[in-house]
Every structure is written in structure tokens, then in C-alpha cells.
């Protein structure tokens, strides 16, 4: 089954940090999740965390727009 799992940091108005995941199959509709932070050091060990459960389940990391 060709799945997909992306993970990224990113700013809101207020200065909050948000974990942003997208996740799915290709080719379909996939969910979406946002974790807020307080602080930008939070969400980095956050986001750290789930990448390595992610690479654990067999995912690969790439660079963006590598595919």
C-alpha cells in the first residue's frame, strides 16, 4: 500500500508553534492534525518524536519536492 506521512513546524499569528501532520494514501483523502506549542523548543522535540516512530514503522525520510 503506498502511504504517505508528512510532518512540519510552522508559526501562527500569535507566535505559537504548531506541529502540522498530513498523513493518508496516495491518491486519496488523508486526515490532518495540529499540535500547538507554547514554545518553538516544544514542538521541535515533539515533531522530533513522532519522526523517529514514523522511521520505526518503516517510513524513509525525503526532501521536500524530492518525489
Known sequence: ???YYSL???QTLFGEAVVVRYWGRIGKRGGEKRD???T???AAVHFLTLAR???V???IPIKYGQI
Open 1 to 3: 500500500m503506498a502511504r
Open 8 to 10: 512540519a513546524i510552522e
Open 36 to 38: 500547538v506549542f507554547r
Open 40 to 42: 518553538e523548543r516544544d
Open 53 to 55: 516512530t514514523k522511521r
Open 57 to 59: 514503522r518503516g517510513y
